[in-house]
């Protein structure tokens, strides 16, 4: 923009300034858009979590449906099985009431830490799901923070340039008059 050019038409700056801004305010917005978007994904997901752990019974009912004896516990109950027979029978106790009910509890103890075992580990594979979707949200959240603070700053800041770029002339022309009456002021006075 030459002298000439910016002189008599102060406001041009003003439109520079205006699309120097709205390029850094878009880029910037963009860049964090992304992560609001995971972070309002996350909402649905947190809230489905939240609804789950107020009801645990039903949170339990569902998971236990979906439970299936290890094959480690299979294996722990043969061999206790195995064991307790043994002992049974070395005892002189084979096919007595006793021995096949120590059989038995032992063999339920067995399937029931197992159960447990498995109820126990989705507790904490779904907690830590909460936990990364809670993680992911929250940095939403802050993203759509900053953008807010973004759209205001931008809103003050445009406005300024807005003022600025359509007083920008009259500021001009209000200078010069200025200029001209401390001149002529001086010159009647007897200034140089």
Do not use: C
């Amino acid at each position: 923009m030459s002298f000439l050019s910016s002189f008599l038409h102060p406001e041009r700056g003003y439109k520079a300034g205006q699309n120097q801004l709205d390029k850094y305010f878009n880029q910037a917005q963009s860049s964090m858009q992304p992560f609001v978007q995971q972070g309002q994904q996350q909402y649905g997901n947190i809230n489905n979590s939240i609804n789950a752990l107020l009801d645990p019974q039903a949170l339990q009912d569902k998971w236990s449906a979906g439970y299936q004896e290890s094959q480690a516990a299979k294996d722990s109950q043969g061999m206790a099985q195995q064991q307790g027979l043994d002992a049974a029978s070395s005892m002189g106790l084979m096919g007595s009431n006793t021995a096949l009910n120590a059989v038995q509890a032992g063999t339920a103890q067995i399937g029931a830490q197992d159960r447990q075992t498995y109820l126990d580990n989705l507790m904490q594979k779904y907690l830590a799901g909460t936990g990364m979707a809670q993680n992911v949200y929250g940095q939403g959240a802050t993203a759509a923070g900053q953008m807010a603070q973004n759209s205001m700053n931008m809103g003050q800041n445009s406005a300024q340039m807005s003022y600025g770029q359509q007083n920008a002339p009259g500021q001009l022309f209000g200078n010069l008059l200025n200029t001209g009456a401390n001149v002529a002021g001086s010159w009647l006075l007897g200034g140089k």
